[in-house]
């Protein structure tokens, strides 16, 4: 069984109302994080799903606005707590950042809990990649021996298995977002199942009109697609596009050109979340396919 669970599904940082971030949990219990919500709600978050930090084996940032980007040093922090339990056996955390971000906020994590580094602490654990932005799909396997490594060349194809040992491969693709543009990228997991087969879920992050998205990852089991925008709810959608957002329609229209299972439309905005079939029916206008608008906290199983 593979897990996905939406901590958080808003936009803003508004802890209150939607946060931002998304789990996907392994057959095995291993958590990758993808983005880590503004602040401490990721903290309540985990708590509530209920995730552990001991599992947490990698966290990816799709770009480093605080909405997605400012919970990281409460994550390391409570991996660093996990790791003075008892008996605990954690291991590294692969923190997997858009490149021109690593500095930044690795910089941002000490300043707000200075000495986070060092051994008594997180120590080595947290082990910090650069995604690059110019190489089209960069990746990362994470081993059950609880390793990483870099994957041979990979194409654009669907994998159908994964190689031996492999728990589950991080693979990134940079897209256009921001106003002025700024380093951001799209996430796909694949997951291995007990079985010998693959899941694969792709979160777009933040991302202006991308039908090329399709080939982070076609025909995956689930697309996360944000929806900053709908059109029936009278939204300036030319100034969505040119601060780098997608309308629930683009959400559509891509989960159809990749020919997903499910879309799931998050980067909801708090000013009119409480009711989100507008976007629901939106994005169904241009995808035969089922369409979630999950609350924090929702989960499905691929
Ligand atoms: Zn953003």
Do not use: G, K
């Given at each position: 069984m593979a897990r996905v669970v939406f901590l958080g599904t808003g936009s803003t940082g508004d802890p209150s109302r939607r946060s931002a971030s998304t789990a996907v949990v392994t057959p095995g219990g291993d958590v990758i994080l993808i983005d880590v919500s503004g602040g401490s709600e990721?903290?309540?978050?985990?708590?509530?799903?209920?995730?552990?930090?001991?599992?947490?084996?990698?966290?990816?940032?799709?770009?480093?606005?605080?909405?997605?980007a400012s919970g990281l040093p409460f994550v390391l922090f409570w991996s660093a707590i996990a790791g003075k339990a008892p008996g605990a056996a954690v291991g590294p955390i692969e923190l997997c950042v858009p490149g021109p971000a690593v500095e930044g906020l690795r910089a941002a994590c000490d300043t707000f809990f200075p000495g986070l580094y060092t051994p008594w602490w997180l120590g080595d654990r947290a082990r910090w990649h650069g995604c690059d932005p110019g190489q089209f799909l960069w990746a990362l396997d994470l081993l059950d021996d609880g390793t990483s490594v870099t994957p041979p060349a990979i194409d654009h194809g669907p994998p159908a298995t994964l190689p031996e040992g492999v728990v589950a491969r991080i693979v990134t693709m940079a897209v256009s977002h921001g106003a002025p543009p700024m380093p951001a990228q799209a996430v796909r997991i694949d997951i291995a199942m007990a079985d010998g087969s693959v899941r694969r879920v792709v979160v777009s992050g933040d991302t202006g009109p991308n039908l090329e998205l399709g080939k982070v990852g076609p025909e995956p089991d689930l697309l996360v697609h944000e929806a900053s925008a709908v059109a029936s709810l009278g939204h300036d959608l030319d100034n969505a596009a040119t601060i780098g957002h997608a309308t629930a329609a683009t959400a559509g229209r891509v989960a159809t050109r990749a020919r997903v299972k499910r879309l799931a439309l998050n980067h909801l905005g708090v000013s009119w979340a409480a009711d989100p079939s507008p976007a629901r029916?939106?994005?169904?206008?241009?995808?035969a396919g089922?369409?979630?608008?999950?609350?924090?906290?929702?989960?499905?199983?691929?």
């Open positions: 990721i903290v309540s978050a985990m708590r509530d799903a209920p995730l552990p930090w001991a599992r947490l084996r990698a966290v990816v940032i799709t770009h480093q606005h605080f909405d997605h029916e939106e994005a169904a206008a241009h995808f089922e369409v979630l608008v999950p609350n924090d906290l929702d989960w499905l199983d691929l």
